[in-house]
């Protein structure tokens, strides 16, 4: 009696495991349902992408600029002369074919460059002037001579003085940038 019952109680219970495993598999499908946003992505994994479809010369800049009516013509393709801003005044910033506005262009372009290589140069002094500074307290560490430690400092110095007039030297570009914007600024207010 008492075997009896262990087998039907193991029989119970393997037939309870194997329901809720049939359960499971009844309810799994073929493929996964998506019901999100982005539907359909799982279906197409194995398909190449289609340019046919999609070009990317179709989304890029020139077609943004085109289809927008602010700066381009009747979706011509061709340049406005005059844009209304928003405050109803009219631009005409692209049509500068007068000598001294092109010149005041140039001179920008120039004081611009001026301005970027003074800022390389000062930063290769700042870099100079720190490894003078690591050298010298490596010196100290080590104790070298106090000719060795005295031509460090003397670099350092150097190095200070070579600063300050790159600094200096970059506040005049600066200011000669400021300017020539200025005057162009003044140059197409008069047009």
Not at 27 to 36: F, I, L, Q, R, Y
Not at 43 to 70: L, M, Y
Not at 97 to 111: C, L, T
Not at 131 to 137: F, G, H, N, V, W
Request: glycine share 6%; charged share 40%; hydrophobic share 30%.
């Amino acid at each position: 009696m008492k075997r009896t019952n262990n087998i039907l109680v193991a029989a119970l219970f393997a037939s309870s495991l194997g329901l809720a495993g049939f359960a499971a598999t009844a309810s799994a499908k073929d493929g996964v349902e998506n019901h999100g946003q982005h539907k359909g992505w799982d279906k197409n994994h194995g398909k190449k992408f289609d340019h046919s479809t999609h070009d990317r010369r179709d989304f890029g800049h020139a077609q943004r600029e085109i289809h927008r009516d602010g700066r381009w013509d009747n979706h011509r393709g061709q340049p406005v002369r005059q844009v209304a801003r928003h405050d109803g005044r009219i631009d005409n910033r692209g049509h500068n074919n007068k000598p001294e506005i092109r010149q005041d262009f140039k001179d920008i372009r120039n004081a611009r460059n001026e301005v970027k290589g003074d800022r390389v140069e000062l930063r290769k002094d700042l870099t100079e002037l720190k490894k003078d500074k690591m050298e010298l307290r490596k010196d100290i560490r080590n104790g070298a001579s106090k000719t060795e430690i005295l031509n460090d400092r003397k670099e350092i110095r150097q190095d200070l003085a070579e600063i300050r007039n790159d600094r200096v030297e970059l506040r005049k570009d600066q200011n000669t940038l400021n300017t020539a914007r200025q005057e162009l600024k003044n140059d197409l207010r008069k047009r």
